[in-house]
C-alpha cells in the first residue's frame, strides 16, 4: 500500500512541477526574483528526480523515513513561501507552488500516520499565511487574502490528517485481507484432509472415549481456523456443542439436549442462549454436582418465542439464600436480558434446579 | 428339576458388529439374544424365524434400514414383536417416520448398559423407553399437526402438559407430583401420546390419498 502510495506521489510530482514551470514562464514578465523561483523549482525538480528514483527502487522504504518527508517538507515550505515576494506580490492570481504541496502531504500520511501529516498540511498552511505577510499586503485586497490564506492552513492540516487515516485504514484492510486469506488456504487444506478425518473416525467410532477426543479435537481445530465470530450454525448443533464442552470439562455430568422441530432463531440469539445453557450447565456441574442435565429449546406456545429450560438433577439450592445478581442468576439473566427476555431459577434444596430463558419472538431477532 | 424362567427373547439389528456385540454383552438374564441381524433384510428374516419379544434396532442399515422393519413388524407381528430403536443422536427426521409407522420406544446408543438392560425389562413390560428427547419431538411433531388443522391440537391439554414435563428431563414420578396426578396415569397418558401419534400419521396419510384421488 505505502508503495503504491509513493509511486503514485513520484508521477504526481512531475505533473505538478510542470503545471508550476509553466505558469512560472508564463508569468515570467511578471516573476519579481526569477533566480529565486527558478532556483526553488530546480530544487524541487532535484527532489523528485530522487524521490522518484527511491519510490521505483528496491529500497523504496527510504522514502517512507521521517528524514526524507521533513525534507521535501522544507523544499516545498520554502517554495509556497517565496510565493510572496515572487508572483503574489504582483497580484496575478496564480501561485508559484500550484498544486506541490499535494504530494508531501500523500506521502506524509502514508510514511508518519494522521497526527504528522496534519502537522506537515500546518506548516505548508503556515508558510502559506507568510506569503502575504512578507509580501505587505496590497491596499483594499488584505481582507481577502489574509483570509484565503488562513483557509489554506485549515484546509491544509484536514487534507493531512485525513490522508493519514485513509492510509492507517487501508494498511489495516490489507493487513486483515492478507490475514484471512492466508488463514482460509490453511482453512482450506485442513478441511479437505484433517477435519474429514476427525469426522469420519466420529461418526464412525463406538468407542465413546475416542469419540469424545474426537470432538474435542475437531472442536478446538474449527475454532482455531474459522474463530469465534463464526455462524454458530443451527440451534441444535450450538446447543448440542455447548453440552459437549460442558460434559468434557465436568466428567460426571451427562447431558441430553432436545429441540423441538419449530423451535428457531437468529444467529445472534443463537450464540447467547447457546453461552447461558453452558453457564446453566456448568452451574449443575459445579455447584449442584448434578450427574444429569436436561436441555430443552421449544417454541413458547403463550408468546411464540424461543423457551429454553436447562434441569438438573443436582442437590438444588434455597433462591433466598444466594443474592440477587450473584453467578447463575445475574449472568443468565443478563444475557436473558440482551435478547429482550427473561430468565427465571427454579429451584428448592435437595430438588435440583431448573433454569428457564424465555426470548420473545426470535425470528424477529438477529 | 429346572427352573421355569420367564425370558424375554431380543434380535439385535445394527450394521456394526461392534455395537452388536456390545449389547448383547449389556443383556443377559432374563433378556435372550436370540439372533443378531446386520441389515434390514437379515432383521425380517430373524424376526420371521423366532418372533422374538423385543427388537432392538438401527435406524441407519443397508437394505432398507430401520424404517423398513419397523413398516414390515407392524404389519405383520403388530402385538407380537415390539421395536425400540436404537439410534445416535442425529436422526430425528427418521427417528419419527419409525415411531408414527408404529416402533414401540427409542433409545440413545450413548444409554449406559444397566439403564438399557432396565429400559428394555420395562418396554418388554409394555412401558414405552421414552426420553426428554423423543417427548420434544413429539411436541414439534403435534403442534405442527395442530396449526395444519386450524388450531385444533389433537392433544388434550393434560397430555401437553405431560409431554412438556417429560421434554424437560422429569420423571414420570415428577411430572406427577407436579400434575397431582398418579405415575400411573401419566404412563397412561404417554401410551395415549404416543397412539395419537400412530392415527395422526394414518389420518394424514388418508387425506393425502383422497386429495391425490388414490
Known sequence: ?366 | MTEIVHTTTVVIADDHPTVRAGVRADLGDPLRVVAEAGDAAEAIAAIEQHRPKLVVCDLRMPEGGGLRVVKEVAARFAEEVKVVMFTVSEDEADLLEALASGAFGYLTKDTPGPELRRRLLLAAEGEPPFSPKLAALLLGEFRRVARKETGRNPLSEREREVLQQVARGCTYKQVGAQLFISEKTVENHVRNILNKLHLSRRAELIRWAADHGI
Request: glycine share 10%; hydrophobic share 50%; with cysteine.
Open chain 1, 1 to 366: 500500500m505505502e508503495r503504491s502510495v509513493l509511486v503514485g506521489a513520484a508521477w504526481l510530482r512531475w505533473v505538478v512541477l510542470g503545471f508550476a514551470v509553466a505558469v512560472t514562464i508564463g508569468n515570467r514578465d511578471r516573476v519579481a526574483h526569477p533566480a529565486l523561483a527558478f532556483g526553488l523549482l530546480g530544487a524541487v525538480a532535484v527532489w523528485a528526480g530522487i524521490a522518484h528514483g527511491l519510490a521505483l527502487g528496491a529500497r523504496w522504504r527510504q522514502a517512507l523515513r521521517f528524514e526524507a518527508v521533513a525534507a521535501e517538507l522544507v523544499l516545498v515550505a520554502a517554495l509556497v513561501a517565496a510565493d510572496g515576494i515572487v508572483l503574489q506580490s504582483r497580484a496575478t492570481g496564480q501561485h508559484l507552488s500550484g498544486a506541490v504541496p499535494i504530494a508531501v502531504l500523500l506521502v506524509a500520511g502514508a510514511a508518519l500516520g494522521p497526527w504528522w501529516a496534519a502537522g506537515v498540511g500546518l506548516v505548508l498552511g503556515l508558510a502559506r499565511l507568510s506569503a502575504p505577510l512578507i509580501a505587505g499586503l496590497p491596499d483594499g485586497r488584505q481582507g481577502r487574502e489574509l483570509l484565503a490564506a488562513l483557509s489554506a492552513v485549515v484546509v491544509w492540516t484536514l487534507v493531512g490528517a485525513v490522508t493519514g487515516g485513509t492510509c492507517r485504514l487501508l494498511r489495516q484492510a490489507q493487513d486483515d485481507l492478507a490475514e484471512a486469506r492466508a488463514r482460509e488456504r490453511v482453512a482450506a487444506d485442513l478441511h479437505d484432509t484433517v477435519l474429514q478425518a476427525l469426522a469420519v473416525v466420529e461418526r464412525r467410532t463406538t468407542d465413546a472415549e475416542v469419540a469424545k477426543v474426537t470432538r474435542s479435537a475437531e472442536r478446538d481445530l474449527r475454532l482455531y481456523l474459522f474463530g469465534d465470530d463464526r455462524d454458530p450454525g443451527t440451534l441444535p448443533a450450538a446447543l448440542r456443542a455447548a453440552a459437549v464442552a460442558v460434559e468434557e470439562r465436568w466428567g460426571d455430568l451427562q447431558v441430553s439436549v432436545s429441540v423441538t422441530p419449530d423451535a428457531e432463531a437468529g444467529p445472534h440469539t443463537i450464540r447467547a442462549v447457546a453461552a447461558a445453557v453452558g453457564e446453566a450447565l456448568t452451574n449443575a456441574a459445579k455447584h449442584g454436582g448434578a450427574r444429569s442435565a436436561v436441555v430443552l429449546a421449544d417454541l413458547d406456545d403463550a408468546t411464540d418465542g424461543l423457551l429454553v429450560t436447562v434441569r438438573d438433577d443436582g442437590c438444588g439450592f434455597d433462591p433466598a439464600l444466594v443474592p440477587a445478581g450473584h453467578g447463575l442468576t445475574g449472568s443468565v439473566h443478563g444475557r436473558a436480558r440482551e435478547l429482550g427476555g427473561v430468565a427465571e431459577v427454579v429451584t428448592a434444596v435437595g430438588d435440583g434446579c431448573e433454569v428457564r430463558v424465555c426470548i420473545p419472538h426470535p425470528a424477529n431477532l438477529r
